[in-house]
């Protein structure tokens, strides 16, 4: 399987870095089955990172057979639904300690951020935040979240975004 990393440079040996952002599956090293999604986070790090920065995006192979043999602890969610909304909020709040080595969900990237912050405030219902989240279409992410898993990753190749 390919898996794709959006930067600002090239990650040829993926590393879990301290974060100021609270992250939707917490502190870990992020990567999608979808290029476009990959382009699109690394032209908004290149954004913030101001003038000069390159959009940049790493490419992985990763054995997804690993997912079958219960060598690590993975959590997957499989649907933009209570459980997946109750965990990426939780995160969002503070840095947590999760249990899991990989997890693997939909991203709740920054234009659907209103709508957890409604929901946060209280405005909102899970049912009625579920609901406008799924009017979007929400990418998959895999997170990786320690040195062992992620020497599963492979580096391919880079590329930059124009």
Sequence with gaps: MKLYHGGTVAVQKPEIIDSQRYLDFGKGFYVTTNPEQAERWAKIKQKRKGEGADAIVSVYSFNEDIFNKNIYNVKTFNAANEEWLDFIVINRKSHIHN??????????????????????????TKAETIFRLKAHKLFGQISFHNKKVLNELVFSHSYQVK
């Design 99 to 124: 249990p899991y080595d990989i997890i693997i969900g939909a991203v709740a990237n920054d234009t659907l951020y209103s709508t957890l912050v409604l929901f946060e405030a209280g405005i909102l």
